[in-house]
T-cell receptor, first 111, second 116 residues
Framework: GENVEQHPSTLSVQEGDSAVIKCTYSDSASNYFPWYKQELGKGPQLIIDIRSNVGEKKDQRIAVTLNKTAKHFSLHITETQPEDSAVYFCAASRSGNQFYFGTGTSLTVIP | GAVVSQHPSRVICKSGTSVKIECRSL??????MFWYRQFPKKSLMLMATSNEGSKATYEQGVEKDKFLINHASLTLSTLTVTSAHPEDSSFYIC????????????FGQGTRLTVV
């Protein structure tokens, strides 16, 4: 089955700096890679996703890159703000049949 | 994005009783929903895949007789924790597939279950 690894587990950055979270996956058939933000006591919220036919996608301060050959994808948050503080999960899926999640990254943005 | 509503958000029950958690897709039809369990500061653990009109597919190690899943309509899936014990206390989250080819998953807000 699929194995998704996520690093780092915790990340602290100064407000305004960039944050990068990296994930690797093992199943070359995975073709959909979403990123979720989870605040304390709430369900995960989809913030951005990328499909295997695209190498990069950007939405305002958030961007995701995918390297299919190396089987890794990354989340980039620029100009971080305190409200970006949360736990972020990456996931890999094969056409939505099943989602395999990374272990999560706790991001703290220091004002 | 699509809205998935989960109810209740918090529930406390006594040991031995059963608790039902509802997961609804509010503005779309969901043929497939997933149920997850999440322990504090841990990732989401898939419990089962719920398909409308058919039996749920449970992950290895998940007791199907204890965690009853019903997906009777295209907008509602329910998870019933039967004969609850304190070790069943956890955060339960559902998600529903939506989008072209049903690949995007949106999550409910989660249910905090406490068994006393």
């Amino acid at each position: 089955g699929e194995n998704v690894e996520q690093h780092p587990s915790t990340l602290s950055v100064q407000e305004g700096d960039s944050a990068v979270i990296k994930c690797t996956y093992s199943d070359s058939a995975s073709n959909y890679f979403p990123w979720y933000k989870q605040e304390l006591g709430k369900g995960p919220q989809l913030i951005i996703d990328i499909r295997s036919n695209v190498g990069e996608k950007k939405d305002q301060r958030i961007a995701v890159t995918l390297n299919k050959t190396a089987k890794h994808f990354s989340l980039h948050i620029t100009e971080t703000q305190p409200e970006d503080s949360a736990v972020y999960f990456c996931a890999a899926s094969r056409s939505g049949n099943q989602f395999y999640f990374g272990t999560g990254t706790s991001l703290t943005v220091i004002p | 994005g699509a809205v998935v509503s989960q109810h209740p958000s918090r529930v406390i029950c006594k040991s031995g009783t059963s608790v039902k958690i509802e997961c609804r897709s509010l503005d779309f039809q969901a043929t497939t929903m997933f149920w997850y369990r999440q322990f504090p500061k841990k990732s989401l653990m898939l419990m089962a895949t719920s398909n409308e009109g058919s039996k749920a597919t449970y992950e290895q190690g998940v007791e199907k007789d204890k965690f009853l899943i019903n997906h009777a309509s295209l907008t509602l899936s329910t998870l019933t924790v039967t004969s609850a014990h304190p070790e069943d206390s956890s955060f339960y989250i559902c998600s529903a597939l939506v989008g072209p080819g049903n690949t995007e998953a949106f999550f409910g807000q989660g249910t905090r279950l406490t068994v006393v």
